[in-house]
């Protein structure tokens, strides 16, 4: 019997297991639903679904010569209605802040060089004015981002917000914005971006399941720092779901059960209670240092996306932060002043008290591009103008970021990461812009640390061929597997029909690990881990084996990974390593570490999809 609901689709009729084929108008009456997808983020919820669908995509047509007159009384239509929107929202303005950024909003909206550049714009090729507006604040966007004036550079996040106003006018799209849930739900969505999961309230998304995503992609990332339980790579939950259906969502197995049945529900509350109780559990060990039963001492830090986790994150016993991700901040409300970035680092720097915090420079470009350069049509956003290729192109902007940075040492232990290096000569270009940023600080006779430790991110295979090179140039390597899985298996992770490649457990990507931790303790600086790898428990004992010195990753993996290391001899992880290096096939190690597993701790349940194939695969 076929069942043609797309992949992953299972159906069943009641509690039987048996499959029956019937009219989809029926299925939302009688029956249970399960899909299956990527195990994005651990963890259960239950709760109502809503959907949502926030696609802003601009139409391009020609408009014909009888109509063009029309076509500019629209545009001079929508202007009136959004500045009166704007009006309206400064009269609601709850803080001056908040009223400064509407008011100039409405500046932009009324300002006539804009409504000229339309205007010109649209007597050129007669295109829709849709159209027209989003080109010409792409335009302007453009030049603010790369203007030498910090003032300029700050306003592009609100030419971005004003011709989005414009342009949903004109659709006659009513916006809805995420961060205005009031009822705690279960969210739906196509696919989001990482700004978008930035925007939404919090305290009322229970879990998110999207058609789209990877488990190490960003919204992953952020998500698990939120500790939202998330399913992705479903491809059709939208189509799926209705709103408001009842829906339980196990994170831990990719699995989204769709009116569950009563039997359904009683055994995932049950687990619910349960998995409070274990994070209870876990915590006891957070004063416990990470050190095998031989004496074989790690460090345990967090990775965070947002200043205010590194408040959180000491209750799960974090030894430090080993990759604070800056650009979060720029994409959260595209507001980064040289002293609203200084806040931010010194609030996570204090919140540390003196341990350590690894602050990369910018990551933006990819989907983490800037909503001012989202639309460029790069064809290979993920091999072009992103991370340090995108901040040394833009040395204000990049040396603006730096002085935050130095001027934030003072509070407590700063480590500054360059994120994508390639080559020797952009972190040499790093390091000059960096010198020149301690000695603008100088000039302003503004403090900051002398013994601030550089480090070098490993994520491109050519950084790992050269790095006995870089590391004559670094204080510190962090591998990050995300990006050096894709690099070196030419695997596009949100690809659905080739993510399964992408496995840490590829002898390529084990040898290429190798040779980084090898190199960086060859030249006596110390191997870190900042990928989704590295807080994998599945991936804890051979990456000890390995000799990796420091894990990173969302603090609330730390005390199971912990546990692992605490209940294991190093001896026994080098044994793992060496025969996982001499295996020929990554089906051979993933076999060892399962046995190995069994072996050494047979109490553990092994959650993983990153280096196991412990999911169902869609
Ligand atoms: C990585 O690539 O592993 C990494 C940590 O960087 P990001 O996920 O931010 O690209
Ligand atoms: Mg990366």
């Known amino acids: 019997m076929h069942i043609d609901y797309g992949p ?31 195990a994005a983020v651990p963890g259960i919820a239950i709760g109502k679904a809503f959907l949502y669908s926030e696609d802003l995509e601009t139409p391009r047509y020609i408009i014909p010569q009888e109509q063009s007159t029309e076509e500019m009384k629209r545009f001079i239509r929508a202007v009136e209605e959004v500045s009166a929107e704007l009006r309206i929202l400064r009269e609601k303005a709850k803080t001056r802040e908040q009223d400064g950024i509407f008011a100039a909003h409405q500046l932009m909206v009324e300002d006539q060089d804009f409504h000229y550049k339309v205007k010109a714009r649209f007597e050129t090729n007669y295109e829709n004015i849709e159209w027209v507006v989003s080109e010409v604040a792409r335009e302007l966007s453009r030049k603010l981002i790369e203007s030498p004036n910090e003032y300029l550079r700050e306003r592009t996040a609100d ?28 969210l739906v969505a196509r696919d989001l971006l990482p700004s978008e999961v930035l925007a939404f309230n919090k305290d009322k998304v229970k879990a998110l399941l999207l058609d789209a995503g990877s488990r190490t992609n960003h919204a992953a990332i952020l998500l698990r720092s939120f500790g939202i339980p998330g399913v992705f790579g479903l491809s059709s939950v939208t189509r799926e779901i209705t709103n408001g259906s009842l829906i339980i969502v196990d994170g ?16 995932y509350k049950e687990q619910l209670a349960n998995q409070e109780q274990s994070a209870v559990n876990l915590s006891v060990l957070k004063d416990f240092p990470a050190a095998t039963t031989d004496s074989r001492r ?29 650009e979060f901040l720029f994409l959260q409300n595209g507001r980064n002043s040289e002293e609203e970035q200084l806040e931010a680092y010194s609030r996570v720097v204090k919140a540390m008290n003196g341990k350590p915090v690894t602050i990369r420079t910018v990551d933006l470009g990819g989907e983490k591009a800037l909503p001012a350069i989202a639309n460029e049509n790069e064809k290979n956003p993920l091999m072009g103008w992103r991370a340090i290729r995108f901040s040394l192109s833009l040395p204000d902007l990049f040396k603006t970021q730096l002085r935050a940075i130095l001027r934030a040492s003072i509070h407590g232990k700063v480590q500054i990461m360059f994120p994508m290096i390639s080559n020797i000569e952009e972190l040499e270009q790093a390091l000059f812009l960096l010198e020149e940023a301690r000695m603008e600080c100088r000039k302003k006779n503004q403090g900051f640390a002398d013994d601030i430790k550089i480090g070098t991110m490993i994520e491109i295979p050519s950084a790992v061929m050269t790095a006995d090179i870089l590391a004559k140039k670094s204080d510190f390597f962090s591998i990050g597997t995300n990006d050096l899985i894709q690099y070196t298996l030419a695997v596009d992770q949100e690809n659905e029909r080739v993510r399964h490649l992408a496995k840490g457990t590829q002898i390529a990507v084990l040898r290429l690990i190798k040779q980084t931790i090898d190199a960086a303790h060859a030249a006596g600086i ?4 900042c990928g989704e790898m590295a807080g994998d428990p599945a991936a804890a004992a051979l990456l000890l084996g390995l000799g990796l010195d420091e ?68």
């Open 159 to 186: 030419v971005v917000d004003v011709s989005r106003r414009i342009i949903r006018n004109l659709l006659g799209i009513k916006r809805f914005s995420l961060a205005d849930l009031q009822e705690e739900v279960i």
């Open 252 to 267: 831990g197995t990719g699995q989204v059960f769709i009116e569950p049945d009563n039997e359904t529900t009683r055994r």
């Open 298 to 326: 790690v460090s345990l830090v967090a990775n965070i996306e947002l200043p205010e986790e590194a408040e959180e994150i000491a209750r799960y016993g974090a030894e430090g932060i080993g990759l604070y991700r800056s």
């Open 551 to 618: 894990f990173s990753m969302n603090a609330s993996a730390i005390p199971q990974v912990k546990h692992i290391i605490r209940n294991v001899s190093i001896e026994s992880c080098k044994a793992l390593a060496e025969s996982a290096l001499t295996s020929t096939s990554h089906k051979q190690v993933q076999e060892l570490i399962r046995d190995w597993y069994s072996k050494h701790l047979p109490s553990l349940t092994l959650a993983s999809d990153m280096i196991l194939e412990t999911q169902a695969q869609t």
């Open 526 to 529: 110390h191997a870190a881990m």
């Open 8 to 38: 992953g689709y299972r159906i069943y009729y009641k509690d039987t297991f048996t499959a029956i084929e019937i009219k989809p108008i029926w299925r939302y009456f009688f029956y249970m639903k399960i899909l299956s997808g990527i």
